[in-house]
């Protein structure tokens, strides 16, 4: 036992024990440092994605001190190590060109805040729920339940579109009617079923416009506005109430048809039901 | 069969024994609340005739099982407590009602609108009233209060008109009414085409002789020909009814001092174009 001590208090005596002891201590209080740091920015009154990214920065900033400091109290010669970091520098830099790239853009899209946590965007005909928007990706969870990996810099490039940006949306539905209908009682059958689904909004009221004369029906653009959480069930209801209002008033939603004309003063085309053809063998 | 509080009155507690049920009916509403081992039981369904004025109570009621019962809910406690207590409430956001017809008020008159809102009721349970459930009687559409769809606010829009007169107004059970002095204090006239009231900071006060139900009297001002107004809730029941006993709190500690934009113009066609 006392041969370990004297040991240890050999080892203790040489200076560069002393050295990593101290080293290993700045290291600890970085930790702790950056913890406390992360702490006190939780209580803070910033947005989560500004709090998120100025405790990303904040933390890299208090361990790369600490850590350069215990490299020197290590015994480390700082002017060597930072001689080579150029040269490492300039080659990682050539390789990281695309990191850099998605860390910029993530600066960019974090400043510019199209979107934030808990939105549903749309990029590149990917649709989700923004979950994570870090330095170098955004992720998001597809209404599948999918996660998608997005890099910043493509969303910087991309057609972005935020649906859940506003609280009201518009839902349009394309309906055609049959020619031979009175127009003026489909109108008014559209908005009696707008204003039996409470979802729809009263304002702005419901917008039912003419879109052309068809080739098989007369078509319309009926649109209604609605509160973003209530979109997909008005989506639902809106295309089930108008059906049954049109069938119960014998409005005809009409299939693709042709119609064939032999001129102004003929009689219907004549059709003549002919037997079987004999099998020729 | 036990009544309300008065022969008019819906509302108010009663006890209902275990196995057995309490009906009401409010308008257009049915509601069954049963009392089981454990659980409270809600069904509910509206029979859609929005001008419904019927009001019936029946309580204790036997049950059964009834086809048309609608949706039902259940509630898990604790207790024996037979007690349940139904309670009006008004809105929980603000409400916008439109006239008839739109009209003008000229600088510097006062006139006082009768505007009607769409009830909510509370279900409170037991001896230390338990929240249940918080629904509305008629389901009110949404509606957006703003100058265009970016800015604006969500609130619900009233079935009923805002009315000139006192005899016009909309006395269904499933209405309460505010009555709304406004003082046009601009140099322009204000032309009404719809009116936003914030009825969560608002009380019920019900009518001891007709059992219709009322909120605090509303002043708005309209000052420099802007749609923001200074809101002053007048304290108390309504100058009309001085014998209105209250029976529901705000849902919204009020606040003083508080600004609405209380007059809006409708959106065209066009501004949901641009």
Redesign the interface.
């Known amino acids: 036992m006392s041969e370990m001590v004297a040991r240890l208090e050999g080892f203790w005596a040489m200076p560069m024990a002393q050295s990593l002891a101290s080293a290993a201590v700045v290291v600890v209080l970085g930790f702790v440092l950056a913890k406390l740091v992360n702490r006190r920015l939780r209580v803070g009154g910033l947005k989560s994605q500004t709090r998120l990214l100025v405790r990303r920065f904040l933390t890299t900033v208090i361990l790369a001190i600490t850590g350069v400091w215990a490299l020197s109290l290590a015994g480390v010669d700082m002017a060597v190590l930072l001689g080579t970091a150029g040269f490492v520098t300039v080659a990682v830099g050539f390789a990281a060109q695309t990191s850099v790239s998605n860390l910029i853009s993530g600066v960019f899209l974090m400043t510019e805040q199209p979107f934030k946590i808990g939105d549903a965007i749309e990029v590149d005909g990917t649709r989700g729920e923004v979950i994570v928007i870090d330095l170098m990706s955004v992720k998001l969870r597809t209404f599948d339940n999918l996660l998608v990996r997005i890099p910043n810099e493509m969303m910087l490039k991309a057609k972005l579109t935020n649906i859940t940006h506003f609280e009201i949306r518009r839902y349009d539905l394309s309906v055609g009617v049959a020619y031979k209908e009175d127009l003026a009682r489909v109108r008014e059958i559209m908005l009696e079923v707008a204003d039996n689904n409470p979802l729809c909004l009263q304002e702005p009221a419901p917008l039912i416009l003419f879109l052309g004369f068809g080739d098989s029906a007369v078509n319309y653009q009926f649109s209604v506005w609605v509160k973003r959480e209530s979109y997909l069930a008005l989506r639902n209801s809106i295309a089930e109430e108008l059906k049954s209002a049109f069938d119960a008033a014998g409005v005809e939603i009409p299939f693709p048809h042709r119609t064939i004309y032999t001129g102004s003063r003929t009689t219907p085309l004549p059709v003549r039901v002919l037997d079987r053809p004999e099998d020729p063998r | 069969m036990e009544k309300g509080n008065s022969d008019s009155e819906w509302w108010g507690p009663a006890l209902v024994p275990f196995g057995q049920c309490g009906r009401w009916q409010v308008g257009p509403l049915h509601l069954c609340i049963r009392r089981l081992d454990g659980e409270w039981r809600l069904s509910k369904r509206s029979t859609g005739e929005l001008h419904s004025t019927a009001v019936h109570r029946e309580v204790p009621s036997v049950y059964e099982p009834d086809q048309a019962e609608g949706a039902v809910s259940r509630f898990g406690v604790s207790g024996a407590s037979e007690r349940i207590e139904l309670v009006p409430a008004l809105a929980d956001r603000h409400v ?1 009602s439109t006239p008839k017809l739109p009209f003008y008020i000229p600088a510097n008159e006062s006139v006082t609108i009768f505007v009607g809102h769409p009830l909510w009721l509370q279900l409170l349970a037991g001896d230390d009233r338990l929240l249940l459930s918080d629904f509305a009687i008629q ?7 703003g100058p265009d ?2 800015t ?1 606010k ?1 609130c619900y ?1 009233s079935r009923s008109f805002c009315q000139l007169s006192l005899g016009e107004v909309d006395d269904r059970p499933l209405r309460a009414t505010t009555a709304v002095l406004i003082k046009n204090r601009a140099s322009s006239e204000l032309y009404l085409e ?1 009116i936003k009231l914030p009825v969560p900071y608002l009380s019920l006060f019900a009518d001891p002789a007709s059992g219709g139900l009322w909120t605090e009297d509303v002043v708005l001002e309209r000052l420099d020909d802007e749609d923001l107004a200074p809101l002053q809730v007048r304290s108390g029941p309504p100058a009309l009814l001085p014998r209105a006993r209250k029976t529901a709190e705000p849902r919204n500690a009020s606040q003083a001092n508080v600004m609405v934009r209380a007059f809006g113009s ?2 065209s ?1 066009r ?2 174009f641009e």
Request: charged share 10%; hydrophobic share 40%; no cysteine.
């Open positions: 916008v389901q009110p559409h949404d509606t957006w209060f769809t970016q604006g969500l829009a719809r409708l959106f066609s501004a949901q």
